[in-house]
């Protein structure tokens, strides 16, 4: 017979998964960390349910007073964005096998926080990068076993 408290995703998705990224088109290794949790982790839901009250109460308010006031495009990558950054807990750059706790973007070298984290993963430049972390994010075999 199965236990389901095995099969908890919220304490599963509390163990730190470190993904490195890939070139977004040759798929190469690029020795760039990022060390995160997963989506059912309680800080990224702490964030997914403030978010899905302010659009409720932004949706009551519209209807109360006649309006529609549907979520914009911008609105819900910057909500995409805040959601990674709090599921994101580090990163490292691995260089010749000299490993730092920092992005390195042009001539910026940068410290992990979650606002840095937030500030890249809603830069369209990075959507590359944000997918890739989406996707780690969303993916409980990173966090239990089959």
């Not at 890939?22 to 020795?31: C, D, E, F, I, Y």
């Amino acid at each position: 017979m199965i236990d389901l408290a095995e099969l908890n995703t919220a304490d599963a998705c509390e163990v730190v998964h470190e993904l490195e990224l890939k070139h977004p088109v040759s798929g190469v290794p690029l020795g760039v960390f990022i060390m995160h949790k997963g989506m059912n982790a309680a800080a990224v839901q702490k964030i997914a349910r403030a978010q899905g009250n302010e659009i409720l109460r932004k949706q009551f308010t519209a209807t109360r007073k006649g309006k529609e006031d549907a979520p914009t495009i911008e609105e819900s990558g910057k909500r995409s964005a805040k959601l990674l950054a709090a599921a994101t807990v580090g990163w490292a750059t691995d260089e010749k096998g000299k490993r730092e706790d920092v992005l390195v973007i042009g001539k910026e070298r940068i410290a992990f926080s979650p606002e840095q984290a937030e500030r890249i993963y809603d830069n369209p430049g990075f959507g590359w990068l944000r997918e890739q972390v989406d996707e780690a994010v969303a993916d409980l075999g990173n966090f239990m076993k089959g």
